[in-house]
């Protein structure tokens, strides 16, 4: 299976800082995903990634996956509260589909006001 | 909004019993997958169904089965219930030729 691991663990910031959350594969990564999730909740979806190189942006919110290192990066740019919660990188355990996911242990990010 | 719902929201259950978890996917999502997460972890992938079937399962002994409906309902069932089984329980669902899975808002098992 798929080792993934986040970091930092957990992140502080103030309202309106950038910041930057990291996975790391000990496996080749077929395909990586970012999810949300508030504590308790579902996840929410945010992006995928499938290519070396590849970057993606929603809102603030941009992603990049660098293939050789087996790295991907999350980064919020300008954060507000409703950043706040856990943010999770997930890679295909199969290297095929989304569907059979191997999840880090999550990156805990509160934004202070 | 998902599209997917699970019920119950909450249950408390104590060591040998067996419980029941519910999950209503999306029409047209022919692929559900269970996942289990313990407080402060990342989900842990327990088994998927795709068209009624048993697709992949993780690493989970078999008291932990499952079941998935024509309907796009599915179903975990736990037996032997166990202390360390005390976790929320996740479904996720998705359509045959699409790669995003649709997260449902989890079960919280407690087990006493």
């Known amino acids: 299976s798929q080792e993934l691991e986040q970091s930092p663990q957990s992140l502080i910031v103030q309202e309106g800082k950038n910041l930057t959350i990291n996975c790391t594969s000990s496996?080749?990564?077929?395909?990586l995903y970012w999810y949300k999730q508030k504590y308790g909740e579902g996840l929410i979806f945010l992006m995928m990634l499938q290519k070396g190189g590849e970057e993606k942006s929603h809102e603030k919110i941009t992603a990049k996956l660098d293939e050789k290192k087996q790295q991907s990066s999350l980064h919020i740019t300008a954060s507000q509260p409703s950043h706040a919660g856990i943010y999770l990188c997930g890679a295909d355990r199969l290297g095929g589909s989304a569907r059979q996911l191997t999840f880090g242990s999550g990156t805990q990010l509160t934004v202070l006001p | 909004e998902t599209g997917v719902t699970q019920s119950p929201t909450h249950l408390i259950k104590t060591r040998g019993q067996q419980v029941t978890l519910r999950c209503s996917s999306q029409?047209?999502?022919?692929?559900v997958s269970w996942y289990q997460q313990a407080l402060g972890q990342g989900p842990q992938f327990i088994f998927q169904?795709?068209?009624?079937?048993?697709?992949g399962r993780g690493n989970f002994p078999p008291r932990f089965s499952g079941l998935q409906f024509p309907n796009y309902s599915s179903e975990l069932n736990v037996n032997a219930l166990e202390l360390d089984d005390s976790a929320l329980y996740l479904c996720a669902s998705t359509r045959d030729t699409y790669n995003e899975q649709f997260f449902g808002p989890g079960t919280r098992l407690t087990v006493l």
């Open positions: 029409s047209g999502h022919n692929t």
């Open positions: 496996k080749t990564l077929y395909g």
């Open positions: 169904y795709y068209r009624e079937e048993e697709n």
